[in-house]
């Protein structure tokens, strides 16, 4: 039995527990607290990721000898830091080679390790809030969480997902047959855990770390080998990730190239030479619809989980808090500047008005509502930006532009000024455009950013169809209702359970449609287009080893 794991059991077999009931539990505190992670912990942390800024990041990994990195922050500075250039087959190469020992190790050997992975990494979380926050643009309190501690509960969920579907495999088993009056037959038979192969996790630019862990861990816990293609803009984050995998990796006497970091440039990409590698036999992909298209596509044989585009609704058909929902809409549009993918965009509304705890309100009404509390929620600039961060891609600006033509401006997008405000932050408050439900062409594809419309409909049910219809055609992540109503919520959870659509009812307090908690959240059904995996269920794991059998004969 491995040292590492016995030392993490405890926690592992909580994690275990959580995963099946559901409830909320985390081994990894989420408030930036220098009583919880140390006093000296968040100037450390300052400190040590201002020493990789303009200074090459050492990872002794297969390298080309040349260099890469042209990360910049969305708040105005490029990082500097240049990471070892690779060529993808040699990479994979010296992955698949790694990775036979890291295959034949016992469970408890790997899970172990895992486990002591996850630990170090929590321990650095200050320097991976640093590292995410001038990597996504998150505001530095939301880099903590999305970037540290939550993603580190994704890491571990999937993890104990994995542990709890291997351990399902016995090691041997005597089979016997009974043949009637004959003495009965009789097999010992003895079952391995054996890896797909070489796994390759490409990152997304919003959420390095939240996005990857689940894929990333599931894969080293189930004995593959693993290749991180960050996004361009978004290294460092995954490269400190890889970096502290390889020192464990290493002090436990396992080759480090069981785990190694494909970095890249924009005008140089590498992801399709790796993707299509005969060698690759498990991919997990976060981004756009168009490229999890062309992985699908190009992948023949492979083992393909992605999270991609959706289109996330908000029914809106009446309310006994009407300043409650407009908050929880105008928080739930504002947070990270809308580039979510769990974040709402469609709000579809009856056009005949609804009826609220401060009367009827009509579309215009609601849609101004929405708009006071952006108003109201952003009007100081400092609080606006520990909500909004940084925009984390410039196209993200055009974007908004053109939606501005789409429909009647109720909120126009701005630049965040005042207060703190870093010079040269790339910044965007939410655009709120009004449509009727005729026009498809406009909100029936996902405007990724602070990019929302409030649609007139024809009466409730067409907002439940409308919205359900969306979620099971174009895809969505999550979707919300407003009702006080039985009947039509009723419908609704109907309509988005068909849809692949986890719905939340009636959400005006803290609690937002964005947000995600492992062990209890599934996130990404992989029942619609947005996806074709679930963070975290058991087939998100299961299909990362496969089950070898010897049998004998009895003696």
Known sequence: MSELFDRHRETLERAVEAAHSRGYWTPYPEMPSGKIYGESAKADGEAAFQALLNAPFDLDQPTTGGRVGKEESPYGFALGTTYPAVDPSALVAAAKAAGKAWGAASVETRVGICMEILDRINKQSFLMANAVMHTSGQSFMMAFQA???????????????????????????????????????????????????VALVIGCATFPNWNSYS????????????????????????????????????????????????????????????????????????????????????????????EEAGVNSVVALSTDSFKGMCGNIAFSLSLYCGQMCTAPQNIFVPREGIQTDDGHKSVDEVAAGIAAALDKLLGDPDRAMGILGAVQNPDTLARIEAARALGKVVHDSAPVTGGSVPEGA???????????????????????????????????????????????????????????????????????????????????????????????????SGANPAGTACLTDAAFVANRFRVATVRRQAA
């Open 147 to 197: 970037g540290g501690p939550h993603a580190q509960d994704r890491g571990l969920e999937a993890l104990a997902y994995a542990y709890d579907e291997m351990r399902r495999v016995p090691g041997a088993a005597r089979w016997e047959k009974p043949q009637g009056k004959n003495p009965p037959a009789v097999l010992d038979k003895t079952f391995k855990i054996v890896p797909r192969g």
């Open 215 to 306: 894929a990333y861990f599931a894969d080293l816990a189930t004995g593959n080998s693993v290749v991180v293609k960050p996004h361009p803009m978004a290294i460092l984050p995954l490269a400190l990730t890889v970096k502290i995998t390889r020192q464990v990796l290493a002090e436990q006497g396992f080759d480090p190239n069981v785990a190694t970091l494909a970095a890249d440039e924009p005008d140089a990409p590498i992801t399709q030479a790796l993707v299509t590698h005969p060698d690759i036999a498990i991919i997990d992909f976060t981004g756009s619809r168009a490229f999890g298209e062309w992985i699908r596509t190009n992948s023949d044989g492979k083992q393909v989980f992605t």
């Open 426 to 524: 790339r910044t965007a408050t939410p655009l709120l455009v009004q449509l009727d439900a005729a026009d498809e062409a406009a909100y029936l594809e996902e405007r990724f950013g602070p990019i929302a419309f409030v649609i007139a409909t024809d009466g409730a049910d067409d907002a439940i169809q409308r919205a359900a219809g969306a979620a099971k055609t174009k895809g969505a992540i999550t979707a919300s209702i407003y009702s006080t109503d039985t009947g039509e919520l009723e419908a609704a959870e109907a309509a988005f359970a068909d849809a692949g659509a986890p719905l939340s009812v009636n959400l005006t307090g803290q609690i937002l449609v964005n947000q995600s908690a492992a062990f209890s959240d599934y996130h990404v």
